[in-house]
């Protein structure tokens, strides 16, 4: 993705992130659509040092749906944050990270 290295993410993140992209989108976990999102928890990814575990990790497969149900239930669970910037997820194709 043309805008990792710009983002300050390390060439390896970066291509560990593009392999599972590249892959075929699975299903929805929770309703058996379309899946284009990828979640990996904190308990599954804590740092994005940990490549192999990006690049191997199962994550859990979600439709857009419940992708964003899923982000904004975390967001509820942050009783503050100071925000500089944002990059919210939208459309079909993407990466976002959020650390």
């Known amino acids: ?29 929770r309703c058996g659509e379309r899946a284009p999102w990828l979640w990996f928890s904190k308990e599954d990814v804590s740092d994005l040092d940990e490549i192999e575990k990006i690049s191997e990790g199962p994550g859990e497969a979600l439709c857009a749906a419940h992708g964003s149900q899923k982000l904004l239930a975390c967001f509820d669970q942050i009783p503050e944050a100071n925000l500089f910037y944002m990059n919210l997820p939208y459309g079909e194709s993407g990466a976002y990270l959020w650390i």
């Open 1 to 29: 993705m043309p805008d990792f290295e710009a983002a300050g993410v390390a060439p390896e993140v970066a291509a560990a992130i593009e392999k599972r992209l590249a892959n075929p989108n699975p299903t929805c976990k």
